[in-house]
């Protein structure tokens, strides 16, 4: 009887999945104004991390089962953070695999391809006529073509 | 001036310019075309395999050459803002 009141119920798993899920969540960081280079790596990390708790929790719960009990909860929690861990692994190679080269793209100090294109209002616009600028407006300096992936 | 230019569809585009109150030129190339001559296609790198453009900026001057460019390898990493400037101050 003593023995089961003592036991004390491990938490490990669950702050484990916490951190998984912080882990994949800080992706957004870059959305909030942080500087987004080192993120992709602290998601990583963060999600690493949350795994060797929810890894050390289920030692816990298994291997000193007469000190702690949560046997049941920490293998779910720890089936949910690997579920977290997958998805960030899988998340960060996708994200990071650009397989385009781009070996041939403009380089700087080497002029662009001029071209036209339809705008947002279905009108065809040059790249020539973007430098000539509109009506009762200064022609730009400069032009910063932004290409992105679209999708939004 | 910035032109953002993917492969959305003009109204697609049109509802984004509108949500954000963008004042730029959007350019729609929704067959890739001049992504594929900037050598810039993410081949199936769209939502539903679709090919896209993958992020990439060029700063043009007048004459058409590229004062400063930035390619990311990774999609969560974006140039900064005093990168690019310090390539816009450069043109006069």
Avoid at chain 1, 4 to 23: E, H, N, Q
Avoid at chain 1, 127 to 135: A, I, K, N
Avoid at chain 2, 4 to 32: H, M, Q
Wanted: aromatic share 10%.
């Amino acid at each position: 009887m003593a023995d089961t009141t003592a036991r004390r119920l491990t938490l490990a798993p669950w702050m484990g999945l916490l951190l998984t899920v912080l882990g994949v969540l800080s992706n957004g960081l870059p959305f909030m104004g942080f500087p987004a280079g080192p993120v992709p790596w602290i998601s990583l990390l963060l999600s690493l991390l949350g795994f060797v708790v929810v890894l050390l929790g289920l030692w816990r719960a298994f291997g000193q089962s007469a000190v702690y009990k949560g046997k049941l909860s920490g293998s779910i929690a720890a089936a949910f953070s690997l579920l977290f861990l997958a998805g960030a692994v899988v998340f960060f190679w996708s994200a990071r695999h650009i397989p385009a080269e781009s070996a041939a793209a403009p380089q700087v100090g080497q002029r662009v391809p001029d071209f036209a294109l339809p705008d947002s209002t279905g009108h065809s616009v040059s790249l020539t006529q973007l430098f000539s600028g509109s009506v009762g407006k200064e022609p730009p300096k400069a032009l910063l073509l932004v290409f992105y992936r679209g999708y939004w | 001036m910035p032109v953002a230019i993917s492969v959305d569809p003009p109204e697609v585009s049109e509802n984004l310019r509108r949500k954000r109150g963008y004042t730029f030129p959007f350019l729609s190339d929704s067959k890739a075309e001049v992504i594929r001559r900037y050598e810039l296609l993410h081949p199936r790198g769209g939502p539903d395999g679709t090919d896209i453009s993958r992020p990439a900026e060029f700063l043009i001057d007048r004459s058409g050459t590229v004062r400063w460019e930035n390619f990311t390898e990774d999609i969560r990493v974006r140039p900064r803002a005093n990168e690019l400037l310090a390539g816009a101050r450069a043109i006069r």
